[in-house]
């Protein structure tokens, strides 16, 4: 028996079209703050190379942490409910 391990089939989603119609809204109601973020430590990484990286992600979450959107999402997690990103 074949496994589909593929992300869609592992979330449940369709596998065509699903992204380019879902994507954009789920990815909006996410920690924009933290999305951000990993944009440019995606767009630095090459310059500083894989060994820095470590690094640089430990030194980009202690802002983070200190976000709403950060807060707000440990507030919630005890309770098992999905969490709000006010985007700050």
Do not use: I
Not at 11 to 20: E, I, K, L, N, Y
Not at 32 to 54: C, D, F, H, I, W
Not at 64 to 82: C, F, I, M, N, W
């Amino acid at each position: 028996m074949a496994v589909n391990t593929t992300a869609s089939a592992v979330a449940g989603q369709p596998r065509h079209g699903t992204v380019s119609r879902c994507a954009p809204r789920r990815l909006a109601a996410g920690p924009t703050t933290a999305y951000t973020e990993v944009k440019a430590l995606l767009r630095s990484g090459g310059a500083a190379g894989a060994p820095a990286a470590p690094r640089r992600e430990a030194v980009a979450q202690e802002p983070l942490g200190s976000t709403k959107d950060h807060q707000g999402a440990v507030r919630v997690l005890p309770a098992h409910r999905k969490p709000s990103f006010p985007g700050r």
